[in-house]
C-alpha cells in the first residue's frame, strides 16, 4: 500500500518536472468544479443567513409592536 502510494507520488512529482504547465492545467482543470461549487453554495448560505436574519428582525420587531400596543391599553 505504501509502495504504491510512494510510486504514485514520484510519479506526480516526475510529471510535474517534465511538463509543469501541463501539470499545472490538468490541475486547474480538475479542481475547476470543485472551485464552482463551493462559490455557488456560498452563496447559497449567504442568502439563507440573510433570509434568516429578515424574519428573526420582522418577528422581533412584531413583538415589540405587540408589547408597545399592549402597554398603552393597560395605560
Known amino acids: 500500500m505504501i509502495d504504491t ?3 504514485w507520488a514520484e510519479y ?3 510529471w510535474a518536472a517534465k ?3 501541463g ?3 490538468t490541475v ?3 479542481l475547476t468544479p470543485l472551485f464552482l461549487a463551493s462559490a ?3 452563496w447559497k448560505m449567504a442568502k439563507m443567513i440573510e433570509a434568516k436574519e ?3 428582525k420582522k418577528k422581533q420587531k412584531r413583538q415589540e409592536n405587540i408589547a408597545k400596543a399592549k402597554r398603552t391599553k393597560k395605560d
Open 5 to 7: 502510494l510512494k510510486g
Open 12 to 14: 506526480l512529482v516526475e
Open 19 to 21: 511538463d509543469p504547465y
Open 23 to 25: 501539470f499545472l492545467i
Open 28 to 30: 486547474l482543470l480538475a
Open 40 to 42: 455557488v453554495l456560498s
Open 54 to 56: 429578515r424574519d428573526q
